[in-house]
């Protein structure tokens, strides 16, 4: 069994003990110094129960947040001790408990699980019933410490208030429905089921009621071969039965991070996956390819990866040689079974590897479709089909077959002969079947080759294709499918994205803007602004539109090329984009904390404050959702006003922080409250993005360097990055720390960083530098410290620039430390470096304020009632502006224009108390205007529409 294990699988403690801050002097611990990989099928004697002979208890886990008991009932005795594919691991701690067992064959037999005071009771003797075989032995599982209950059977599955999972594909999904078949809502909690076998739909493990269950009985298995099996419950729904059951009140962090104990770990992807992608359903050629990278670049977009639809490919329509079952096969060439290059589109793949790879674009990322089989047009189907012993003259083709050792073993040797080393797979197989084999679990399974196929050849593989069932998170990236256009598909999006953490799937790809037009209007560039900003938080932003129109399901063409929008929403989704490029050094953090703290990147926000009513509202905060430890993000689900030009009236949850500190929303930089609701409005070109008190967000620089006449224009090695493959360097020249104080004395970042492609961060070659801040003497000192690095990996930097921009400050007095530095009036911002840092070195700069209220502490920079000069400075801007262009006549700009000038007041102050007296008076003038502007009583002299929405944005 052991070589059919992904390296994904196998964190070794290595990781963990960078991570965690714990590696020894040499900074690597070797993975042989801690336990054994996750692994181990067979529990520890000494965990198990027999009840009787039909059932088998197995004591998981028992600490003071969690109890997790695996219950078997298998007529005959026929337990299951093998690997399945949703369960790796049950050699865990056994942990302490009791038995009491009745003598007799009809009484009780309890288990009490010391720690939680959790107790397992199960009548021996059937009682008169139906359901499961364990409910008609009144099975059930309570702790009354943790408030948690669970009866086998009862309402619900006997669950209260499950949290939902998630479902195979979303393909053809409008909003919540599919527009063909069955157009019920798409229900995330499986039909209310408290699980389901169905690898088509996966309830997580939370529930409200503290207890989830996730059921094994169905899963296919790992025999002592290293190929699949059957379980020994397969089959045998009347009489056996395989659950597993999670009890753990609100403790929902140690709830999922049990469920990767025993399923596995959250694999990461790729740092470059992190970036911007392209794609299109469209046929693109080698020189379509540089054109579509130089548009980028001559528009100042990063670009970071390709993802080839399957156009790339051969068709075999051109011979009539192929059929699946009898029937010719579809002519297109996704489905042709042929898997060469398209000599008229590629003339020259290699060459076209080589000029990717020097732009850091290489692999691309490809899609395929295994279902058709294997072609005889393939170039080296001769040696394929003797590897799976047919005769390549008189075959036409070779059916699939993913459950075939042969098959696979044949198949992978013609895939990297036929195309490239590329690691990155879109496995698109939703049509056709991989298996004609009932009961097996082809989709996971074919992942699971890919990835083991990849990380033999020293590879981080990374696969794109539909949800495969609980297992699925080791096997990166699930792919939303080809959904439909439409703000109701935007919103049920968020939904999906978060529950599915409950299952621990941490990284979904959306088609960005949606695939599908289906009549919808599917180029509505709101709409596609607003989907381009939601997903420049999530694990990745690709677009990907269908090119061809279909008039029989309504699908007109789609265009995603940003650049061929009004320029509003042109420049509002570039900055998303150049956003998401600076903020990759904390979103690939976040992916390799994950490794330990088992919390997926994109989570619902009850993951984190589980008693908190808010956070499972359907009205605010199930659409809100944490993006790593430190980002909330509370998308922006429905169109503007149109008179207005503005998102009027969005609420936004923000749970409690610590006492006396302030949530800060990223870009505007105000301070509010949290333990409530705000209702707030916003324009096109603004996002609700907060920030915790006390966080350090570890960013870098926007990419701007572009590749000329094959060089990179500066010539010099130094910053900033490029505008093409930035995402793929693992190590940037300058770490950008942005310092969000909101009102808390202390706060802290860290960098986590490995090679960012390669497979070593499962035996610990990787790097933590944390770094710190530290306002003292009521706020008039801030510290801010970079720690010496922890680790190493191949590739590091030994050497950089760490820069520090903390925001909500006025300038300081002196800043020792620095090798330089500036002071933002429009942004209230200080911007130091520190040049050419020994990365194994502390270092560490000191800014002094000349009296609290100008420093990083103050109540006039960051008060909780929302005010942010930075975000009403832009919003008076774009009012002048509107003033002058269509105001009333009898409006003087006079007082537009005092407050359009206090920034540069401001930085002319001199000192930082003449600075705070401009910025107090900006309020008192602000406020005049506003009064001027809503108060015009003539016909002819009241505010356009666009002005009083423009006001209006300036008054929430």
Known sequence: VPKMISLAQRRGVAAAAVLLGCAGASGVRSSQEGPAPPLNPEADPRSIVYCDALTRFTLLMGTNEVAVVRAEMAIGGAFEDRASFAFLNR?????????SNSSDDVGWCNITLTATQTVVSYRKKAVVGLGSPLSQHLFQVSSVPLNASFVDGGSNGGLVEPLGGTVYSLSGVNGSRFVTGSQAPIDLTCGGARTTSDWACTNGVLSRGGVGVMSDSENNVLTPGGWWGNSAHANKKETNQDIYVFVYGQNYRPALRALAAL?????????????????????????????????????????DGINLDTEWHRSSNYLDCCSVDGKRVDQHAWYSGVFDYDQSLYPNPQAMEEWLTERGLWPVWSDIHQGSGVSRVNSKFAQFAAAVGVDPVSTA?????????????AFFAMLRAQTNTSSYWWLDNPEVGLSKLAGFNANLWDRWQFFLDAEHRGLRPTVMGPFGGLGSQRFPFIHSGDTITSWATLKFLVKYTSTAGNVLISYITHDVGGHRDYGNGGNNPELFTRWVQYCTYTAMLRPHPQRYPNAMSHDAVIERRIWVYPYSNFAAMRASMQA?????????????????????????????????????????????????????????????????NLSVGHTVFLPPVSPGTAWIERGSGRCLRGGGTHTLNYTLDEYPVFIKPGTILPTMLTPTRRWREGKLHPVSDDEPPALLGSAGDPSPKTVVWEVYVGNATVGRGVLLEDDGNGTGYTHGAMASTTATYAATQGGTVLTLTVQAVNGSFEGMRRVRHHEWAVFNVLPPTAVTGASGWTWDPETLSIRAIARDVDVTTETAITLTFATPSTGPLSALLCSADGHA??????????????????????????????????????????TAAAAAVELEGFRGRAAGVVALLTNQSTPTGLPSPRLQGLIAAWLG
């Open 869 to 910: 000069f930075p975000a009403t400075a832009r919003r008076v801007r774009a009012i002048k502006h509107a003033v002058d262009v269509e105001g009333p006549a009898t409006l003087s700009s006079v007082n537009l224009n005092e407050l359009d000038t206090t920034a540069q007041r401001m930085a002319n102050a001199g």
């Open 263 to 303: 399923s596995g770990k959250m694999a990461p992807p790729p740092r470059r996956f992190f970036g911007v992608w392209w794609s299109r359903w469209s046929k693109y050629s080698q020189q379509g390819l540089k054109e579509i990278t130089d548009i980028y670049q001559d528009n100042g977009i990063p670009l």
């Open 91 to 99: 050699l865990l701690a056994v942990p302490a408990f009791t038995v």
């Open 397 to 409: 083709s070779v059916p699939v077959a993913v459950d075939n050792r042969t098959y696979m073993t």
């Open 580 to 644: 998401r490029s600076r903020l990759l050094p904390y979103t690939y953090t976040a992916a390799l904390q994950a490794l330990t703290d088992d919390v997926p990147l994109i989570r619902s926000l009850y993951v984190d404050w589980p008693t908190e009513d808010l956070a499972y509202d359907e009205a605010t905060g199930l659409y809100h959702f944490m993006f790593g430890p430190s980002v909330l993000v509370a998308p922006i689900l429905s169109p503007m006003t149109p008179e207005l």
